[in-house]
Every structure is written in structure tokens, then in C-alpha cells.
T-cell receptor, first 112, second 116 residues
Framework: DQQVKQNSPSLSVQEGRISILNCDYT??????FLWYKKYPAEGPTFLIS?????DKNEDGRFTVFLNKSAKHLSLHIVPSQPGDSAVYFC???????????FGQGTILTVHP | NAGVMQNPRHLVRRRGQEARLRCSPM?????VYWYRQLPEEGLKFMVY????????ESGMPKERFSAEFPKEGPSILRIQQVVRGDSAAYFC??????????????FGPGTRLTVT
């Protein structure tokens, strides 16, 4: 039962263009969402988050949008840089204190 | 301020042996979480611990797996009588006391367990 779904296993983007990573969730009890980035042989690192009371949160080149009615969120990276190439996880929290539910991840490749 | 430490980074065990994975949280963090990542999948929550307490173990397999976070020392994830299906990357994360404002967790580099 995949409660957080990232339907695109991979995404390839040219440097300088926008990267859009999408995520859908099924559990309406989720009230907090995070995006983490993961490089090979390293643990995931926090990128940006959004509470369910908001519909947008921006941090530099990264913006997360939340559409609660559609149970959909997206991460926009603009402009994309080669160093952004990594696996991006969409993560949800709120159903149980401390427990995070991960999506399967999307491999982003930014070409120079 | 050192990050979350996990050791060993790689662990090879034969079927039937025991695996012990260690996690030292970030300084000042008293909440520890264990996740497992199987090939081609995202991380799956296993257990959430505070010092000397298991808070949520809803993701732990019912048999062979146990976790502890003693008053002193690292958190330990123990897998008894390992089987090939236990081969995975095991990640530990920690968060500060009073994780109220955000759900952010800090992850270690993971331990890759291979069962032969």
C-alpha cells in the first residue's frame, strides 16, 4: 500500500531549465510534507518542507507547491544545476509522531 | 558538530547469522529513527525510539528484528538469523528533543547489509 507515490522514476533536464518533480498521496491524515535529496552512498538530506496549512513554500531555487484537494505536491527547481542531480524523495508526516512515509524517489539528472 | 554516524557502513553476513547495526545520533538529539531501503524502493519506516523507550515500532517485522536506544551509547538495530531478503540499506535518522515545529530528521549515511 503505497501512500506516497512518485510516478516518475527519473527525470532529465537541461542546465538552466526548470525541473518539476511530482508527488501524490492518498492519506488525508498527512499534514506535513518534505522533500529530501539523496546522493549515492549518502543518507538523504533535507531540502524543503511545507505544512498542510500552506499551498506554497519557497527557498532560493526550490519551491514546493501543495494542492490538498488533489492530494498532490510538486517540487520546482529553477534554474536547475548539474549539482542538483540526485534522487529526490517526497515524504509525508503527521499520521504518527516521528514517522515519515517516503515515496519511491525520482532520479533527477541535470545535463550541462 | 558531527552528523549522524552509522557503523559499519557495509556488513556481510551469512544466512542464519546475526547482524548488529549501530547509530550514534547528532549531539543533543534524543530521538532516533530506523528506516530500511530495499532495491528500487523508497525508505520504509521501521522504528522510532527515544532514550530507553520504543515509541513506535509499527514498521518492524514481528520476528528476528529488535531495536534499542540505551541511556548510554548508540542505538542498535539487531537482526537475528538473517535471511537473503534482509539485504538492504538501513538508515538511521535523529531529531532534536521536542520535534514540534518541524518533522525534519537528520540521516546517517546508512549501513548496507548483504546476506550471502
Amino acid at each position: 500500500d503505497q501512500q506516497v507515490k512518485q510516478n516518475s522514476p527519473s527525470l532529465s533536464v537541461q542546465e538552466g531549465r526548470i525541473s518539476i518533480l511530482n508527488c501524490d498521496y492518498t492519506n488525508s491524515m498527512f499534514d506535513y510534507f518534505l522533500w529530501y535529496k539523496k546522493y549515492p552512498a549518502e543518507g538523504p538530506t533535507f531540502l524543503i518542507s511545507i505544512s498542510s496549512i500552506k499551498d506554497k513554500n519557497e527557498d532560493g531555487r526550490f519551491t514546493v507547491f501543495l494542492n490538498k484537494s488533489a492530494k498532490h505536491l510538486s517540487l520546482h527547481i529553477v534554474p536547475s544545476q548539474p549539482g542538483d542531480s540526485a534522487v529526490y524523495f517526497c515524504i509525508a508526516g503527521g499520521t504518527s509522531y516521528g514517522k515519515l512515509t517516503f515515496g519511491q524517489g525520482t532520479i533527477l539528472t541535470v545535463h550541462p | 558538530n558531527a552528523g549522524v554516524m552509522q557503523n559499519p557502513r557495509h556488513l556481510v553476513r551469512r544466512r542464519g547469522q546475526e547482524a548488529r547495526l549501530r547509530c550514534s545520533p547528532m549531539k543533543g538529539h534524543s530521538h532516533v529513527y530506523w528506516y530500511r531501503q530495499l532495491p528500487e524502493e523508497g525508505l520504509k519506516f521501521m522504528v522510532y525510539l527515544q532514550k530507553e523507550n520504543i515509541i513506535d515500532e509499527s514498521g518492524m517485522p514481528k520476528e528476528r528484528f529488535s531495536a534499542e536506544f540505551p541511556k548510554e551509547g548508540p542505538s542498535i538495530l539487531r537482526i537475528q538469523q538473517v535471511v537473503r531478503g534482509d539485504s538492504a540499506a538501513y538508515f538511521c535518522a535523529s531529531s532534536p528533543w521536542g520535534q514540534v515545529v518541524s518533522y525534519e530528521q537528520y540521516f546517517g549515511p546508512g549501513t548496507r547489509l548483504t546476506v550471502t
